[in-house]
């Protein structure tokens, strides 16, 4: 069969080039842009793309090294929830207990994610209480046509590598931890026999430069927008017959220095301080010094990558022009133009970079926000005083951690209790309630006890670091910027906000006018939260202020001068916005049954006329609205508010029953079809006895109470000046 001419042309000035190439057909210089092959030699790459600009000797190596898959390897398509609002949650917004000691046990979800080669924290958390049988019978009463996907589920917990299916960045295959479910947005590798250093080795060559070209020239067939990182086509790749050992090290390698900025990553598993707690620094010191390690581990990443490559050229025989060739086409590849990927592809789901790793002001914010968290007894101090040292780095299969090294711990590695504070503890009036305020006349004024975290850390050097934080975030004062909603919050939002989940765990609830703020501490809410807001601050601070606005008028007597009418306003528009918050929280408290399986938002919804910052109030008002809608009837919240909606249901919907662990009531096996499952007809007085015991009259008094009030889209709060507190 004759040979086909191919001309490449790239780069500006296309015509030209091509003219020029037509009239010189007979100077063909391999690599110049024309190229000659055989139609037939393409087919030698499966789908047989037209990737005519690849020598022989790669289009060889499909046709005589073995697929990735096969023998010891495996590659598998992993659980598709079908509703991940439902189904699964960040990793500090779930219910925190040792795996298997819960009802409903959430684990790490391997779901995707962003672009990060060889690490990335498995932040996300799936429910798989009861095997997931909520999740697997989701969409489907009788268990066999679910609307999710339950796939491969014998390889779930096992330690493998993983990445995400589609990123604007290419191939990223990272250690996926054992203890792990992994998704079909995540597809997941595994050996036999689960060898950390033989799925460290198979890490690195599945890192390398060639081994990724290899799955893009399978790819070259396909529009940029449509690039995926399927199952199949990494089953197809062919990988060398043995590997090098060198290459195990040279994988932990770059896992280390993927990993070292992640200790300052308060959403990850690594945590342990954030990069400005230096005592003996300025902030701008610590910036220069954080800024000086990411270099190091960037420069560290580049190295082992390096190594990397050069011992896989080796290992699949490629040199001279052909890995010229590679080299040239991975170099098209990282231009890539993002703006290439249409808005059809919703499995994209890339992140924002760790602020830590990328901007000052967010290094700063960061270091107030875990100020925040260590007043509330979230994390524990003595690492960034350097009293702890960083623990020793862990296997990166080992399975992840209940808590983050950073987080106050009990001796099992669960979150800290008031019994387990030790006894030489530098902070000791933590609110173990989760309940802190802003008011200056108060012991748990939240400045105050952000300022005794500060004083800590920095000792004299405290009031300086203070200025310069201040100064730095572009506010007069630590209150002003902890009160402000756009600002400390605003950050903590972002932060926190993940794989399209918003899970803020300090919630700042304030009076109408923002006079007054509470903050709350998401892991320590209960159903008393709200009566003890209540009780302890919100109506002692109204009678304080109350008391102190008849003294004013009375020492002001009958023609009070113009600061006295000011002082006077200013006080009478405090009491008049802490009695609208007071009204508030009387109808809310007896419905608020916060209950972390929900989520953060959920639980948040109740809310969210209290909510200063407008867009998370938006997002809470509608999350309230669908609530009532009844689009989240799985929740706790719901079934706690609306008995006589939610139960019925459990009889048509096993999955909704499991939610509510009401599955065993109304659902049964069916003894002629094992793994089928039948209803159970349940008697109407049954069905109203069941909603008679979840059913509470001052619930559902408060509802009324509540939705009888005029709420309006956002336009509850008024934008004024904050009186004095």
């Known amino acids: ?135 697997r019978f989701f969409g489907d009463c009788s268990g066999i046509k679910p609307l999710s996907r339950p796939q491969s589920i014998g390889f779930y917990f096992r330690p493998g590598l ?194 830590a790793a990328c901007d000052n002001l967010a290094l700063v914010s960061e270091a107030l926000d875990y100020a925040v968290g260590t007043a509330f007894g979230r994390w524990d101090i003595r690492y960034a005083t350097g009293e702890c040292a960083a623990p020793e780095l862990c296997d990166p299969f080992a399975p992840l951690p209940v808590c983050p090294p950073g987080q106050m711990q009990n001796e099992q590695g669960l979150p800290a209790r008031q019994e387990d504070l030790p006894e030489h503890y530098p902070l000791r009036n933590i609110p173990w309630n989760g309940i802190l305020v802003d008011d200056p006349n108060h012991p748990l004024d939240i400045e105050l006890r952000v300022r005794e975290v500060i004083d800590v850390i920095w000792g004299e050097r405290s009031e300086p670091i203070e200025h310069e934080a201040c100064e730095m975030l572009g506010v007069n004062s630590l209150r002003d910027y902890l009160r402000k909603p756009t600002c400390f919050f605003v950050g903590h939002l972002r932060r926190y906000s993940k794989s399209r989940r918003q899970a803020p765990i300090y919630w700042p609830i304030s009076s109408p006018n923002n006079c007054y703020t509470v903050w709350l501490y998401y892991h320590r809410l209960s159903a008393d939260t709200l009566f003890t807001v209540l009780r302890d601050h919100v109506q002692p601070k109204l009678q304080f202020e109350e008391r102190r606005a008849f003294e004013v008028r009375q020492e002001s007597g009958p023609s009070p001068s113009a600061s006295h009418r000011r002082y006077i306003a200013e006080t009478e528009e405090l009491v008049e916005d802490l009695r609208a918050l007071k009204d508030e929280l009387e109808k809310v408290a007896p419905l608020f049954r916060p209950n972390l399986n929900d989520g953060v938002i959920i639980n948040c919804a109740p809310l969210w006329r209290m909510i200063g910052l407008p867009k998370w109030r938006k997002d809470c008002q509608a999350i309230w609205n669908e609530l009532m809608k009844g689009d989240y009837d799985w929740a706790h919240l719901a079934l706690h508010l609306w008995p006589e909606r939610v139960i019925p249901k459990c009889a048509t919907d096993r999955s909704l029953a499991i939610a509510h662990s009401l599955d065993e009531i109304f659902w049964q096996e069916d003894p002629k079809a094992p793994g089928k499952w039948i209803a159970v007809k349940v008697p109407a007085t049954k069905l109203q006895q069941l909603i008679a015991e979840r059913t509470s009259p001052a619930v559902k008094a408060a509802l009324e109470s509540l939705l009888a009030t005029p709420g309006g889209e956002g336009n509850t709060r008024k934008k004024t000046k904050r009186s004095r507190t």
């Open 162 to 355: 993983t990445w995400p299916l589609r990123t604007t960045s290419g191939l990223a295959l990272r250690a996926m931890p054992e203890g792990c479910v992994f998704g079909h947005k995540g597809p997941a590798a595994f050996i036999d026999g689960d060898e950390p250093h033989k799925l460290l080795a198979l890490l690195a060559l599945s890192s390398s430069q060639p081994f990724r070209a290899l799955v893009a020239l399978q790819l070259a067939a396909a529009e940029a927008a449509a690039r995926s990182y399927e199952v199949g086509v990494i089953q197809r790749t062919v990988v060398p017959t043995s590997l090098d050992p060198r290459l195990s090290d040279l994988a932990f390698a770059a896992w280390v220095a993927k990993r070292r900025s992640d200790t300052a990553n308060m959403t990850s598993h690594a945590f342990v301080k954030p990069a400005l707690a230096q005592p003996n620094s300025t902030l701008a010191e610590g910036i220069s010094t954080w800024s000086s390690m990411l270099d190091e581990s960037t420069a560290a990443l580049a190295a082992a990558q390096s190594d990397i490559d050069s011992i896989a050229y080796r290992l699949y025989g490629v040199g001279g022009n052909d890995r010229c060739a590679i080299e040239r086409m991975m170099a098209d590849a990282t231009n890539l133009d993002p703006e290439h990927f249409d808005g059809s592809n919703s499995d994209i789901e890339e992140d924002l970079p760790n602020p």
């Open 1 to 135: 069969m004759a040979d086909t001419v191919f001309i490449r042309i790239e780069g500006e000035g296309k015509g030209g080039t091509l003219a020029r190439a037509v009239r010189d057909l007979s100077a063909i210089i391999p690599n110049t842009g024309v190229y000659t092959l055989a139609i037939s030699g393409l087919t030698k790459i499966p789908l047989a793309p037209f990737a005519y600009w690849v020598g022989e000797g790669i289009r060889r190596l499909f046709t005589t090294l073995p697929p990735f898959e096969g023998g010891v390897r495996t590659v598998k398509q992993g659980l598709a929830t079908a509703d991940d609002f439902r189904f699964v949650r960040a990793m500090w917004e779930t219910p925190i207990a040792l795996p298997g000691k819960a009802i409903g046990v959430w684990l790490p979800f391997a779901k995707g994610g962003s672009y990060s080669p060889f690490y990335a924290d498995v932040f996300l958390m799936v429910n798989w209480g009861k095997s997931g049988a909520e999740v």
